[in-house]
Antibody, heavy 124, light 110 residues
Framework: QITLKESGPTLLKPTQTLTLTCTFS??????????VGWIRQSPGKALEWLAL???????RYSPSLKNRLTIMKDTSKNQVVLIMTNMDPVDTATYYC????????????????WGQGILVTVSS | QSVMTQPPSASGTPGQRVTISCSGS????????VFWHQQLPGTAPKLLIY???QRPSGVPDRFSGSKSGTSASLTITGLRSEDEADYYC???????????FGGGTKLTVL
């Protein structure tokens, strides 16, 4: 059974750096074709994709946010960390991490398992 | 503003058939698999359709996906009250080298 859970600060001040951790179980990020992504959703708004890291340490970032984002993985701890710098009130959102399957071995199902999300508020 | 366009809202009565569209371009919908996610109020998104027209285990066959050129569609038949949710199309964009979500469609069951 695949599960993911986001953790980190829920309240930040403008200009601070956000560090979120996704702790997962039921799969290993050393398995070919797997990845973990981060997605956010501002209140009342659409989903916005942020970043992805794959089993081979390949990384992809949202073009509009790539200068502020860093994604990394700790395979031994089953964790993926997302760092976002220079936080602003417009970054207030629920942040989700999700399991990503790009391998035929898991039917290339994409973002198929999601965490419950963590609401991060940026306010002075 | 998303590179993939969805109608902001859709509606239907119980038992009806509803189709939600997702319009993209050659760099995304036109060349890659489309995914659909359902987000019930107050919950995390759930995968509904993968590889354009495949249903994960447990998703009723009332839900189906298709694609023609640079447009994709999600069709729900036999609409039920519990289908009231937001629906997002998702696809990889080759030009952006990024995952893109559509703007979402809020489905109301009247």
């Amino acid at each position: 059974q695949i599960t993911l859970k986001e953790s980190g600060p829920t309240l930040l001040k403008p200009t601070q750096t956000l560090t979120l951790t996704c702790t997962f179980s039921g799969f290993s990020l050393s398995s070919s074709g797997l990845g973990v992504g981060w997605i956010r959703q501002s209140p009342g708004k659409a989903l916005e994709w942020l970043a992805l890291i794959y089993w081979n340490d390949e990384k992809r970032y949202s073009p509009s946010l790539k200068n502020r984002l860093t994604i990394m993985k700790d395979t031994s701890k089953n964790q993926v960390v997302l760092i976002m710098t220079n936080m602003d009130p417009v970054d207030t959102a629920t942040y989700y991490c999700a399991h990503d399957c790009t391998s035929p071995s898991c039917n290339e199902m994409g973002l198929d398992y999601w965490g419950q999300g963590i609401l991060v508020t940026v306010s002075s | 503003q998303s590179v993939m366009t969805q109608p902001p809202s859709a509606s239907g009565t119980p038992g009806q058939r509803v189709t939600i569209s997702c319009s993209g371009s050659n760099s995304n919908v036109g060349s890659n698999s489309v995914f659909w996610h359902q987000q019930l109020p107050g919950t995390a998104p759930k995968l509904l359709i993968y590889k354009t027209n495949q249903r994960p285990s447990g998703v009723p066959d009332r839900f189906s996906g298709s694609k023609s050129g640079t447009s994709a569609s999600l069709t729900i038949t036999g609409l039920r009250s519990e289908d009231e949710a937001d629906y997002y199309c998702t696809v990889w964009d080759d030009s952006l080298s990024a995952v893109v979500f559509g703007g979402g469609t809020k489905l109301t069951v009247l």
